[in-house]
Nanobody
Framework: QVQLVESGGGSVQAGGSLRLSCAVP????????LGWFRQTPGKKREGVAA????????YYDTSLEGRFTISHDNAKNTLALQMNSLKPEDTAMYYC????????????????????WGQGTQVTVSS
């Protein structure tokens, strides 16, 4: 099974920015949704943002306060997450995911809706 591959993680000081990228394979069946999730040790994985393939209807966790932007370049098969004004609490392993479940044409962030996952990229924000 071909996996998604994340890149762009690293260490940054609070207030800084990072841009994560995810190479999305071409699957044999249609993928409708792409998403970013994150997880810290001992905690449940949580959704960060989701988007309909091609770039429509981005959806975000409301706690992000507009600091993150998800995008999808269909021609390059690349999913991105631009993260600005980073905070220490954003420190986590970030995963990209792909799935086929939509709700009236929109994508949300239930883990069960995503069938393909990457290995993750670590983001560390220091104060």
């Amino acid at each position: 099974q071909v996996q998604l591959v994340e890149s762009g993680g690293g260490s940054v000081q609070a207030g800084g920015s990072l841009r994560l990228s995810c190479a999305v394979p071409v699957y044999s069946y249609p993928i409708a949704c792409l998403g970013w999730f994150r997880q810290t040790p001992g905690k449940k994985r949580e959704g960060v943002a989701a988007i309909v393939t091609g770039g429509s209807y981005p959806y975000y966790d409301t706690s992000l306060e507009g600091r993150f932007t998800i995008s999808h370049d269909n021609a390059k098969n690349t999913l991105a997450l631009q993260m600005n004004s980073l905070k220490p609490e954003d420190t986590a392993m970030y995963y990209c995911a792909a799935g086929s479940v939509t709700y009236r044409g929109r994508c949300y962030m239930a883990e069960a809706d995503y069938s393909h996952w990457g290995q993750g990229t670590q983001v560390t924000v220091s104060s």
